[in-house]
């Protein structure tokens, strides 16, 4: 099964999840790489104001795919014309998006303009439009997913991530060396890559079907605050550090923040294949395919943190090579926050294909203060690597309380126990990498231990996946 117009439970085809690796490689991998040019071209407070303001973006794009594109998946599904109405709500979120986006700069460019300090956030303010721009890119590809278009979610994707990156260091490089020069360039490509995205998807007639706008609305909304506490759980971190110390202190931060950004990458583009096989069973696993989504996710999340430790310190010399010893164990650690991802991945998908929302308005936000206020005393003394362990520590809280909460409405709904095997697993590979020596020689062993560890576990993935594509 590939296909399904109708709310018969699908299976992705199997080389999909490879299509949608080479978006988040692409993805993952466009910050990582430029970052060492970038660093070197801009000055301390220039490259703190581009690494800010891809943080603000990132808490946007966290913002925006975890309400309204979720209801469009589950709407694709629905068994009475389920993608007409998704496109009617990937309609009314892209202008949603556009004009809340543009009231908000207007509000905050007007505060800046009466205090004069509009030019000197003038890279905020770029933000804050692109922010609107990806909302449009998130309803055609939360679309574009579950139509199993997984080529131009690809190509949509790679442009809004990838490319912006790549634009931001040619303007940097022929243009002028100045923050405003890279997120104007950025905000280039993820226009380019939205309008790719309205082709693609076609959303139109917003207000065309209202009770099932008013039904996703209403699984939607109680996410809003959820979704709030997930930037601050991502982000707030690198705020309270800005707040504490300035920006080139938070450039440091940002530096080692990769190495759990592009875990994260992966484990979402990966969840466009998980979310569309879970969201399709709509709580009912009668073929046990939920089970194995679940069971390969946490496999994952364990491969993630394994190799993310163990590549981290090279990747740091290559990167960031003025980082400290105890930024080097933060490179370290910072990958284990995917694991908790997974498991909190897992676990709300179910509460959304089950229109059973309303605790993630309680959850996230209790853990996300929780997590800030436990990192207020490091982000003043400015231990960034206390700072990083909260961080971690809050992710895998809040995917372990998810997965208890929905195990009590169902226990059929998540594979529990596995998934926590995988946790400790994960805790364990991870606490062995920090504690390894710092040296570029025990770097460079790790990194080829955990690269053939990974190559060997990617080939017997595939193995299994063709094996269950010919069953299928």
Same mark, same amino acid.
């Given at each position: 099964?590939?296909?399904?117009?109708?709310?018969?439970?699908?299976?992705?085809?199997?080389?999909?999840?490879?299509?949608?690796?080479?978006?988040?490689?692409?993805?993952?991998?466009?910050?990582?790489?430029?970052?060492?040019?970038?660093?070197?071209?801009?000055d301390?407070?220039?490259?703190?104001?581009?690494?800010?303001?891809?943080?603000?973006i990132?808490?946007?794009?966290?913002?925006?795919?975890?309400?309204?594109?979720?209801?469009?998946?589950?709407?694709?599904?629905?068994a009475?014309?389920?993608?007409?109405?998704a496109?009617?709500?990937?309609?009314?979120?892209?202008?949603?998006?556009?004009?809340?986006?543009?009231?908000i700069?207007?509000?905050?460019?007007?505060?800046?303009?009466?205090?004069?300090?509009?030019?000197?956030?003038?890279?905020?303010?770029?933000?804050?439009?692109?922010?609107?721009?990806?909302?449009?890119t998130?309803?055609?590809?939360?679309?574009?997913?579950?139509?199993?278009?997984?080529?131009?979610?690809?190509?949509?994707? %790679?442009?809004?991530? *990838? $490319? =912006?990156?790549?634009?931001? #260091?040619? &303007?940097?490089?022929? +243009?002028?060396? !100045?923050?405003?020069?890279?997120?104007?360039?950025?905000?280039?490509?993820?226009?380019?890559?939205?309008?790719?995205?309205?082709?693609?998807?076609?959303?139109?007639?917003?207000?065309?079907?209202?009770?099932?706008?008013?039904?996703?609305?209403?699984?939607?909304?109680?996410?809003?605050?959820?979704?709030?506490?997930?930037?601050?759980?991502?982000?707030?971190?690198?705020?309270?550090?800005?707040?504490?110390?300035?920006?080139?202190?938070?450039?440091?931060?940002?530096? %080692?923040?990769?190495? *759990? $950004? =592009?875990?994260?990458?992966? #484990?979402? &583009?990966?969840?466009? +294949?998980?979310? !569309?096989?879970?969201?399709s069973?709509?709580?009912?696993?009668?073929?046990?395919?939920?089970?194995?989504?679940?069971?390969?996710?946490?496999?994952?999340?364990?491969?993630?943190?394994?190799?993310?430790?163990?590549?981290?310190?090279?990747?740091?010399?290559?990167?960031?090579?003025?980082?400290?010893?105890?930024?080097?164990?933060?490179?370290?650690?910072?990958?284990?926050?995917?694991?908790?991802?997974?498991?909190?991945?897992?676990?709300?998908?179910?509460?959304?294909?089950?229109?059973?929302?309303?605790?993630?308005?309680?959850?996230?936000?209790?853990?996300?203060?929780?997590?800030?206020?436990?990192?207020?005393?490091?982000?003043?003394?400015?231990?960034?690597?206390?700072?990083?362990?909260?961080?971690?520590?809050?992710?895998?809280?809040?995917?372990?309380?998810?997965?208890?909460?929905?195990?009590?409405l169902?226990?059929?709904?998540?594979?529990?126990?596995?998934?926590?095997?995988?946790?400790?697993?994960?805790?364990?590979?991870?606490?062995?990498?920090?504690?390894?020596?710092?040296?570029?020689?025990?770097?460079?062993?790790?990194f080829?231990?955990?690269?053939?560890?990974?190559?060997?576990?990617?080939?017997?993935?595939?193995?299994?996946l063709?094996?269950?594509?010919?069953?299928?």
């Open positions: 099964m590939s296909s399904n117009p109708e709310g018969v439970p699908v299976i992705a085809p199997a080389h999909h999840r490879l299509l949608y690796l080479v978006a988040a490689v692409a993805q993952g991998l466009g910050l990582p790489i430029i970052q060492p040019f970038a660093i070197r071209m801009l301390a407070q220039q490259w703190g104001q581009v690494s800010f303001s891809l943080s603000l990132s808490i946007g794009l966290i913002a925006l795919s975890a309400g309204l594109p979720q209801a469009i998946s589950t709407t694709y599904f629905v009475d014309a389920g993608p007409r109405k496109r009617s709500l990937a309609a009314f979120g892209s202008w949603f998006s556009v004009l809340t986006a543009l009231a700069a207007l509000a905050v460019g007007l505060w800046w303009f009466s205090r004069g300090e509009l030019a000197a956030n003038g890279p905020y303010l770029i933000s804050i439009l692109i922010i609107g721009m990806h909302g449009v998130q309803m055609a590809l939360a679309f574009l997913r579950s139509a199993h278009r997984a080529l131009a979610f690809v190509v949509i994707t %790679v442009i809004a991530t *990838a $490319l =912006g990156h790549v634009t931001g #260091i040619l &303007a940097i490089t022929f +243009v002028e060396r !100045t923050a405003n020069a890279y997120m104007i360039s950025f905000a280039v490509a993820v226009f380019l890559a939205s309008l790719l995205g309205v082709l693609a998807a076609k959303p139109k007639a917003p207000f065309e079907y209202p009770k099932v706008l008013r039904s996703a609305i209403a699984v939607a909304l109680p996410v809003l605050p959820h979704s709030l506490a997930l930037v601050l759980m991502l982000q707030g971190e690198a705020i309270l550090i800005t707040m504490f110390n300035g920006e080139e202190m938070v450039g440091r931060y940002n530096a %080692v923040l990769p190495l *759990a $950004l =592009g875990a994260l990458a992966v #484990i979402m &583009a990966l969840s466009n +294949v998980w979310q !569309t096989t879970i969201f069973h709509r709580g009912i696993d009668s073929t046990g395919e939920v089970k194995k989504v679940q069971r390969e996710a946490a496999g994952v999340g364990v491969l993630l943190a394994l190799g993310g430790s163990g590549a981290a310190v090279l990747v740091c010399f290559v990167i960031f090579p003025q980082a400290s010893d105890d930024l080097l164990r933060l490179a370290r650690l910072l990958p284990l926050l995917g694991y908790g991802y997974v498991m909190f991945l897992m676990a709300t998908t179910q509460l959304f294909a089950i229109g059973r929302t309303r605790m993630m308005s309680v959850v996230t936000p209790v853990v996300a203060v929780a997590a800030l206020l436990g990192a207020a005393w490091p982000a003043s003394q400015g231990d960034l690597f206390a700072v990083g362990l909260i961080q971690v520590a809050s992710y895998l809280v809040l995917g372990f309380v998810y997965c208890i909460l929905v195990r009590r169902n226990p059929s709904l998540v594979d529990f126990w596995f998934l926590l095997k995988g946790l400790a697993v994960a805790i364990a590979v991870t606490t062995v990498m920090v504690l390894l020596p710092l040296d570029i020689g025990t770097a460079i062993a790790s080829c231990i955990v690269a053939l560890v990974g190559l060997a576990a990617i080939a017997i993935y595939y193995r299994r063709r094996m269950d594509s010919r069953i299928n």
